[in-house]
């Protein structure tokens, strides 16, 4: 099926302008800028920046699950747990531990704790991804998202079922920013490792894999709790900046707007999950006049995505601008040493 | 001392007996073929050296190492690498990463350094590409490097899985059926190929293979299983005039 004109020139467009030399430096620190003064001046309404901001949050979720889902080539449908996990340590440590005079200055290391805290949860559940693959693996995380979800709406203390409040607002967008360029950077880092090619391997033959000395348990844990650790990161961004949270908004039904996000752009590609979480966030937020209709429209064009594009939109493709250059460069000086031997004999 | 020992090796698969009592060993620099029926055991034999199944009872050793409740990635390190009758290589990845995977258990890196890209990272991840690039290079599939494993043909999938299998360095090579599915001719060719990768690289190979021509060219040593238990072994011309192993062919064409 031929590609429609408008998304070839759209690629085209994208791409010359992703492989440009300058392009990474000037995004962050024309992105860093914006964003600070935006926040700052307000010249953005706070109703778009909230949604830039949930647009942050969103692509944090949906990379982190790419690396499971679509490099790892398991399905976890669990991430809303370790989601709920950073969201619950960061609230409690900004709401009760910390000062609140000093709330603002430490929000970063509560958010950093809801990392972690997710990371530990994170290792707990790598620890059955070592005898179980596929459709079992799925069911042990929709098990751990759901123990998430009662164990917090029988403990008191973060507010039961009732949930937490008095948050301030201290998710602001330089922070969110500073977070997503963070976590796509590290994911990236990790995949165009040694570790990541194993993570590869495993998605392709975890046999094959374990007897070409990749050792697949070492593997699986580090994916697994880098994949909950920047969960337990975007939770905690979530919560405070939507300032209120209850265990019901990290059930299963949150678990599968992230999976919606990770197959709209496409399985083991980050470019595609960028792309992914921001349509996905965007477009809902244009189709919200359409009411109760807007659950309809969506997962309809879901459908027809499936049908048409059935990896996603940049399904198991990479724009070039997030491979590593060294890479290149140690491929292409060894090519260039080789001709030059071939040449002399 | 033989690099490879094995002794009493046994493996049931619920009530099934697919190895029984099997005893052999391997010398240093030899090239042993495994032949023998189908549902003889042979594969079975190198799933139980490299550690995908744990034996129900015996011992292999690797220069005196016992290798039985080892996970395959350490044996792999300890030194034995295989191909697959089936080949399995990671078909949606490039070549060259392929080959980069199975240096897997040689980078000095620790997974900080990797999230970072910092430290030894680069220097190590240099050289483990031009490392993995050399040896394409030695095997004629530099030039495919970027290309993905699937888009390979079919007698370049089997030399990649050999080149990935050298990869991670070993001193006992297993290959399981290299010459499957290939004409006569390719035959011949892989014969010198096999022989060739044994001079360039020294390594102990193991063969299993049904193509008595191959078998018969090459090998020093043969071992005959039936039932999972060795009933022959010694040279080949020996082998041709085993009254056992002649029972255990019956029925079956021998083309020597």
């Keep these: 099926m031929p590609k429609p004109v408008i998304i070839q020139k759209l690629f085209e467009v994208f791409r010359n302008l992703t492989d440009h030399k300058y392009f990474w430096p000037v995004f962050l620190i024309g992105g860093l800028a914006v964003c600070t003064t935006a926040s700052v001046f307000e010249f953005l309404d706070l109703y778009l920046q909230l949604i830039l901001v949930y647009v942050g949050i969103n692509i944090i979720l949906t990379v982190s699950l790419n690396l499971i889902n679509g490099y790892m080539g398991e399905f976890s449908v669990g991430h809303a747990g370790f989601m709920a996990v950073g969201a619950y340590i960061a609230s409690l440590l900004t709401v009760h531990v910390f000062p609140s005079a000093m709330a603002g200055i430490l929000f970063p290391f509560a958010i950093l704790a809801g990392g972690v805290g997710a990371a530990l949860v994170g290792f707990i559940v790598a620890i059955p991804s070592f005898k179980t693959r596929g459709d079992y693996l799925a069911i042990v995380t929709l098990a751990f998202c759901m123990i998430v979800k009662s164990v917090l709406e029988n403990i008191d203390a973060v507010g039961g079922p009732r949930g937490l409040l008095g948050m301030e607002k201290l998710t602001t967008l330089p922070w969110v920013f500073f977070w997503t360029v963070l976590s796509v950077w590290v994911i990236r880092n990790l995949i165009y490792s040694n570790f990541g090619r194993g993570v590869l391997s495993i998605r392709e033959d975890e046999i094959a894999s374990d007897l070409m000395s990749v050792n697949t348990r070492q593997v699986k844990i580090i994916a697994i709790v880098v994949s909950s650790f920047f969960a337990g990161i975007a939770g905690g961004l979530f919560a405070h900046a939507l300032q209120f949270i209850n265990p019901r908004m990290f059930d299963i039904l949150k678990s599968t707007d992230i999976l919606i996000m990770v197959y709209l752009g496409g399985i083991a590609s980050i470019c595609g999950s960028i792309i992914g979480a921001v349509i996905y966030t965007i477009l809902l937020e244009i189709l919200r006049p359409l009411g109760i209709w807007r659950m309809v429209l969506m997962p309809l064009m879901l459908v027809l995505l499936m049908i048409y594009r059935p990896r996603g939109i940049m399904g198991m493709k990479e724009a070039l601008a997030f491979l590593p250059l060294g890479d290149r460069w140690t491929q292409k000086i060894w090519r260039s040493k080789k001709e030059a031997t071939d040449a002399s004999p | ?256």
């Design chain 2, 1 to 256: 001392m033989p690099l490879l020992e094995i002794s009493g090796l046994t493996h049931r698969f619920a009530g099934l007996c697919a190895v029984s009592d099997c005893n052999f060993s391997i010398e240093p620099q030899e090239l042993v073929g495994i032949i023998g029926p189908n549902g003889a055991g042979k594969t079975t034999i190198f799933n139980l050296i490299t550690g995908v199944y744990r034996a129900s009872e015996g011992s292999i050793k690797l220069n005196g190492r016992e290798l039985v409740g080892l996970t395959p990635n350490a044996i792999t390190r300890l030194g034995i690498a295989r191909t697959f009758q089936n080949i399995r290589l990671f078909k949606e990845l490039s070549v060259l990463d392929n080959v980069r995977i199975a240096h897997y258990g040689q980078i000095a890196y620790t997974p900080a350094e990797a999230l970072l890209h910092i430290g030894r990272f680069r220097a190590e991840e240099r050289r483990i590409t031009n490392l993995a690039l050399d040896l394409l290079a030695v095997f004629k599939l530099d030039g495919l490097a970027d290309e993905k494993a699937k888009n390979l043909p079919y007698g370049l999938q089997r030399r990649l899985e050999i080149a990935r299998a050298l990869a991670t360095n070993p001193r006992l090579l297993l290959l399981d059926e290299p010459a499957a599915g290939m004409n006569p001719n390719e035959i011949i060719q892989m014969m010198d190929f096999i022989s060739w990768i044994r001079r360039t690289f020294s390594v102990t190979i193991i063969l299993i293979e049904h193509q008595m021509r191959l078998v018969m060219g090459i090998c020093e040593r043969l071992i005959v299983l039936d039932f999972g238990a060795t009933i022959a072994a010694g040279l080949p011309a020996e082998i041709q005039s085993n009254a056992k192993v002649l029972e255990a062919y019956l029925g079956e064409e021998v083309v020597l």
